[in-house]
């Protein structure tokens, strides 16, 4: 039985991949940090089948420590301060997590079990303000935020442990992926919350930020199959991992309220109408300067043509499937909360 250990499990891929390795028989460790009140996250259905450990990605003795419990054969760091806009309000503890983080994840790594396999958790945002289209492994990096910067760092010592080393240690680039275990702070799952919320009543309108912005959006289910792909090749090496296919956030919006029926009628900032236009049956969406960035990303689209080739990955869940999936957990969960609300 192979062990592994996955740094973030709590999270969106940190859940998908859980269970996917447990699926193909692992034993599964997962890192958590210790808190006055204990929160699985995204696993808490499956928590049983998981040993956890306490440690942080900021104190290199416990990550050791949890090296020398679960002596993993696979290690997936998946740990991060994730979202750009706080990278801008905390970039000392991003860099501290997301940069030196990787730094000393690798060092446990090399200490207590440098045969064990390693992937670091990538981002396209590390392209930032492209320089060609579409991306892939060759291009170059020009990073637009703390968070696309601290990842740079921890994608550039992945590389240099391989290389001075010897490690197994790959990077993927994923490309932007989501899900209905999507937090709320994120743009799309925001979206999606909020078309539940205002098709069931209980929410007026929704304010966002840069409606032009270009991402390109897959499944994260589909991208920790890759993950694992990337740990079981006879030799490491940096994967980009996207859908090649690249949507605004309005084409998004306008996905997701088609899901329950309703046309969107866009509005810039400061209007007074905001809300379902009775008798339109549309929905005003208000852009709000206060959600820009204070360097944009304005279009990320990668191609995912070696890894294919090299990993045999192919994206199954198509675009269309995501929103619908996202949108009909989002109403299911609203709907629950309007239900206990009632018998309040």
């Not at 002596?71 to 806009?85: C, G, P, T």
Request: hydrophobic share 40%; aromatic share 10%; net charge negative.
């Amino acid at each position: 039985m192979k062990s592994a250990l996955i740094t973030g499990i709590t999270g969106q891929d940190g859940s998908y991949l859980a269970e996917l390795l447990l699926e193909k028989g692992y034993k599964v460790y997962g890192i958590m940090r210790r808190k006055s009140v204990v929160d699985y996250g995204n696993v808490d259905h499956i928590k049983d089948k998981i040993e956890f450990i306490y440690a942080d990605m900021t104190d290199e003795i416990s990550l050791i420590n949890a090296m020398k419990i679960s002596q993993a054969d696979e290690v997936y760091n998946l740990a991060a301060q994730s979202f750009v806009a706080t990278s801008w309000e905390q970039p000392i503890a991003t860099a501290g997590i997301d940069a030196l983080g990787v730094t000393n994840m690798l060092e446990a790594i090399r200490n207590v079990k440098p045969e064990a396999r390693f992937y670091q958790a990538s981002t396209s945002e590390m392209f930032g303000m492209v320089q060609e289209m579409p991306q892939t492994e060759k291009t170059p990096f020009y990073p637009r935020s703390p968070y696309s910067v601290a990842k740079l760092y921890g994608h550039w010592i992945t590389k240099n442990y391989r290389e001075s080393y010897g490690l197994y240690a790959c990077s993927g680039i994923l490309f932007n992926h989501e899900s209905e275990r999507r937090g709320l702070e994120f743009v799309t799952r925001k979206i999606t919350d909020a078309v539940a919320r205002i098709k069931q009543g209980v929410q007026k309108y929704i304010e966002l930020g840069n409606m032009d912005a270009k991402r390109d959006w897959g499944h994260s289910k589909d991208y920790v199959q890759a993950m694992w792909l990337m740990l079981q090749q006879e030799k490491p090496d940096d994967y980009v991992i996207a859908t090649n296919e690249t949507r605004t956030v309005r084409e998004f919006v306008e996905a997701a309220f088609e899901c329950v029926g309703i046309k969107v009628r866009w509005q810039g900032a400061g209007v007074d109408e905001i809300g379902i236009n009775e008798a339109t049956g549309e929905v005003i969406v208000k852009v709000n300067p206060k959600f820009f960035r204070p360097a944009e990303v304005d279009v990320l689209l990668g191609n995912p043509a070696k890894a294919e080739r090299e990993l045999g990955w192919k994206r199954e869940i198509p675009f269309s499937a995501l929103v619908k999936g996202m949108v009909d957990n989002d109403m299911e969960l609203v709907a629950k909360e309007i239900k206990i609300a009632n018998l309040k």
